[in-house]
């Protein structure tokens, strides 16, 4: 019994000794990004960027739909979702294959800020945890948002929102549609595949798992879902 008492001893402090050098490994990856460039002025540099667009000037069902398909309890959780975490586990082990990332929201704006051209993905995907607690510790969830849409990537050479609907939809972004406004929501998650450019009836399919999604959280109901149209995406060269 002492034996097996030692033993568990010795895992734990491997464990903790192991989780230490991970935390460090991606810690140091997150110092460095800060003292290359701290978090205000890099938020400064998109707000002062000509395609800024803020949270305001987007249609609500846009930030919705966003909001749905990405990480649907964006305001409910902090810069990490453990809930997010354990279900995109589980799928992925389910299914054999990575189906589900499990970032959230926040996750994503720090990965977009500063981690976009980081190669290592382990290291990057911790690096990401910190930077995400430090912008969820200075800037409220529409900040955040607005982050958001302003840095992704839509695919076609097109970042943020107002390119984007520039480049697609020739309008600007508080102009979109319902329909169009689902779409939009649905291309940043594999741009190269969902782009309306590049396969229309994968765009398509996003988009209904977008409506499904909004459906599904009670932002719209089944029947606005119904009468939701595709036929503009057919037209987007």
Request: aromatic share 10%; proline share 3%.
């Amino acid at each position: 019994m002492k034996i097996f008492k030692r033993i568990l001893i010795v895992l734990f402090v491997l464990i903790v000794i192991a989780g230490l050098g991970i935390g460090m490994y991606g810690y140091t990856l997150y110092e460095d990004k800060l003292d290359e460039q701290p978090l205000p002025d890099k938020v400064s540099d998109i707000k002062n960027n000509t395609n800024f667009v803020s949270i305001e000037e987007v249609p609500k069902d846009y930030i919705n739909a966003v909001v749905a398909v990405e990480d649907h309890r964006y305001y409910d959780h902090g810069a990490i979702d453990i809930i997010g975490l354990g279900r995109a586990l589980f799928t992925n082990i389910k299914n054999g294959e990575m189906q589900e990332g499990g970032s959230t929201i926040t996750q994503q704006v720090a990965k977009n800020l500063y981690f976009i051209e980081e190669d290592n993905v382990f290291r990057r995907k911790i690096a990401e945890m910190f930077m995400a607690i430090d912008i969820e510790n200075n800037y409220d969830k529409d900040d955040i948002l607005e982050m958001y849409i302003n840095t992704i990537y839509f695919g076609d050479g097109y970042y943020g929102i107002k390119e984007a609907c520039a480049g697609y939809l020739d309008k600007e972004p508080k102009d979109m549609t319902l329909a169009e406004s689902t779409m939009m929501a649905g291309i940043p998650n594999a741009p190269s595949v969902y782009a309306p450019t590049v396969n229309k009836e994968l765009c398509k399919q996003r988009k209904n798992k977008v409506i499904s999604s909004m459906v599904e959280y009670g932002y719209i109901s089944q029947e606005q879902a119904d009468s939701i149209d595709q036929g503009f995406i057919d037209e987007i060269n």
